[in-house]
């Protein structure tokens, strides 16, 4: 079994990497791709470019054999729509092997704004992980599952919550507090903080 959490990741942060790890374990995934997005639909342009962002989620992931770099989203023109990567990760894999979407809670809440969430849902399942302050809407409640090991016996369609340590850090946070002169140290890994001060990304 396979997970994917994509993000704008500006900067990756532990508020990503600890639940996902949580998620990992908990699920029995053998790998799980950290997938940054070039152009994200639903917000505004990134602050950082895609290959500083990128270099930025290498030096997070470097510490945990199981967190590995997919950087399809990068390479594809266009929007980032999770169901052209799940439809590339499918032609790789075959159509048998569970593929799990990782989202916060918050992002979870606009499932339903995504290009085409059913046939998202007819690709990969979606584990909903809990975010402080996101209280995940019920949508398509008809999915859920009650036990993880229910996604293992399909290769998706199924819903699964999962309750990860509560973290409240977020990027927008760490571009904020960068910008007025703040360490972000403790809030995300010290290679990645180290590559912020040596490329001078988010100055003040
Ligand atoms: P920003 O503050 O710039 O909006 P962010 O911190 O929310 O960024 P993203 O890269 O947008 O980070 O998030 C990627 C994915 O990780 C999303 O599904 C988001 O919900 C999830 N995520 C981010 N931070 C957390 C957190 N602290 N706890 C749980 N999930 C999180």
Same mark, same amino acid.
């Given at each position: 079994?396979?997970?994917? &959490?994509?993000?704008?990741? +500006? *900067?990756? @942060?532990? /508020?990503?990497?600890?639940?996902?790890? !949580?998620?990992?374990? =908990? %699920?029995?995934?053998?790998?799980?791709? &950290?997938?940054?997005?070039? +152009? *994200?639909? @639903?917000? /505004?342009?990134?602050?950082?470019?895609? !290959?500083?962002?990128? =270099? %930025?989620?290498?030096?997070?992931?470097?510490?945990?054999?199981?967190?590995?770099?997919?950087?399809?989203?990068?390479?594809?023109?266009?929007?980032?729509?999770?169901?052209?990567?799940?439809?590339?990760?499918?032609?790789?894999?075959?159509?048998?092997?569970?593929?799990?979407?990782?989202?916060?809670?918050?992002?979870?809440?606009?499932?339903?704004?995504?290009?085409?969430?059913?046939?998202?849902?007819?690709?990969?399942?979606?584990?909903?992980?809990?975010?402080?302050?996101?209280?995940?809407?019920?949508?398509?409640?008809?999915?859920?599952?009650?036990?993880?090991?229910?996604?293992?016996?399909?290769?998706?369609?199924?819903?699964?919550?999962?309750?990860?340590?509560?973290?409240?850090?977020?990027?927008?946070?760490?571009?904020?507090?960068?910008?007025?002169?703040?360490?972000?140290?403790?809030?995300?890994?010290?290679?990645?903080?180290?590559?912020?001060?040596?490329?001078?990304?988010?100055?003040?």
């Amino acid at each position: 079994m396979l997970g994917i &959490l994509g993000g704008t990741f +500006d *900067p990756i @942060h532990y /508020g990503h990497l600890r639940p996902a790890l !949580e998620v990992c374990e =908990a %699920l029995g995934l053998e790998q799980l791709r &950290l997938t940054p997005l070039k +152009d *994200p639909p @639903h917000r /505004g342009a990134p602050h950082c470019t895609p !290959e500083q962002r990128l =270099a %930025l989620v290498q030096a997070a992931a470097a510490a945990e054999p199981r967190f590995v770099v997919d950087d399809r989203e990068l390479r594809r023109a266009g929007k980032s729509y999770t169901l052209l990567t799940l439809e590339s990760l499918r032609a790789e894999l075959g159509p048998d092997t569970p593929i799990c979407v990782l989202l916060g809670a918050d992002a979870f809440a606009e499932f339903d704004t995504w290009h085409r969430p059913e046939a998202v849902l007819r690709q990969a399942h979606v584990v909903v992980m809990t975010r402080p302050g996101a209280a995940p809407p019920p949508l398509h409640p008809d999915r859920y599952v009650t036990e993880p090991a229910a996604l293992g016996r399909r290769a998706g369609g199924c819903i699964w919550f999962h309750d990860v340590t509560p973290l409240d850090i977020s990027a927008t946070a760490i571009r904020r507090g960068l910008r007025a002169g703040r360490s972000p140290r403790f809030l995300l890994p010290e290679p990645v903080l180290d590559l912020i001060r040596q490329q001078g990304l988010y100055p003040a």
